[in-house]
């Protein structure tokens, strides 16, 4: 079981709002850790969004738009991206990452964001 | 502003060594603020973190690659390279270089990557 579990497309409508899932492998509690987010346009890096660890812990990364923001949803274990008022200009893949002290790094799978 | 460039051979033969240099411009490697990191994302897959380099030369790297892979510093330079050996055709990939904030004194406590480069594309083939 992957370490990090991202559902791999998800499409929303202009100016709705979209939330993006990130979910931890059973035994990893989400409570502990800082979930990070990128997003990723075609040809391009990733782009830091934010990192998240509880609502008195997070940073939102140099010019990102508050529209972006995250949290937690415990009873699931996941970490949650959520975007408000999606434009076309969001579209792209975003990938979450955590420091687990058996792997150190690790990415997940990235979702593909449709906005249509 | 800080900026990150990767540069090295865009086409590496089976089983040689791949080697990548980023050159960081806009702050000083040396700073003790950051650590650097080298990432790669295969065509049309995720992203993989390979490994990571402080300025006094600790090295943090990805279990599944830590046999092959070498990373350095070279401060006077202010860059910081990669060496992975051994290569297969699964090593072709975008490779980035970025920079991770540390956090704090501890040597090896640090956030996730907050400036990325531009990538530069390894292809391994003969």
């Known amino acids: 079981q992957a370490v990090l579990t991202q559902p791999a497309s998800l499409s929303a409508s202009p100016g709705a709002s979209a939330s993006l899932t990130c979910t931890l492998r059973?035994?990893?509690?989400?409570?502990?850790?800082?979930i990070y987010w990128y997003q990723q346009k075609p040809g391009s890096p990733p782009q830091y969004l934010l990192r998240?660890?509880?609502?008195?812990?997070?940073?939102?990364g140099s010019g990102v738009p508050s529209r972006f923001s995250g949290s937690k949803d415990a009873s699931a274990n996941a970490g949650i991206l959520l975007i408000s008022g999606l434009q076309s200009e969001d579209e792209a893949d975003y990938y979450c990452?955590?420091?687990?002290?058996?792997?150190?790094?690790?990415f997940g799978g990235g979702t593909k964001l449709t906005v249509l | 502003q800080l900026q990150l460039q990767e540069s090295g051979p865009g086409l590496v033969k089976p089983s040689a060594t791949l080697s990548l240099t980023c050159t960081v411009s806009?702050?000083?490697?040396?700073?003790?603020?950051?650590?650097w990191g080298w990432i790669r994302q295969p065509p049309g897959e995720g992203l993989e973190w390979i490994g990571t380099?402080?300025?006094?030369?600790?090295?943090f790297h990805n279990p599944s690659l830590k046999s092959r892979v070498t990373i350095s510093v070279d401060t006077s330079k202010n860059q910081f390279s990669l060496r992975l050996s051994s290569v297969t055709a699964a090593d072709t990939a975008v490779y980035y270089c970025?920079?991770?904030?540390?956090?704090?004194?501890?040597?090896?406590?640090?956030?996730?990557?907050?400036?990325w480069g531009q990538g530069t594309t390894v292809t391994v083939s003969s």
């Open positions: 970025a920079r991770h904030p540390a956090a704090g004194r501890t040597v090896g406590s640090y956030y996730g990557m907050d400036v």
């Open positions: 806009g702050g000083s490697i040396s700073s003790g603020s950051y650590y």
């Open positions: 998240y660890k509880s609502d008195s812990d997070k940073q939102q």
């Open positions: 380099i402080y300025y006094s030369g600790s090295t």
């Open positions: 990452l955590i420091w687990h002290s058996s792997v150190y790094w690790v």
């Open positions: 059973s035994g990893i509690n989400v409570g502990t850790y800082n």
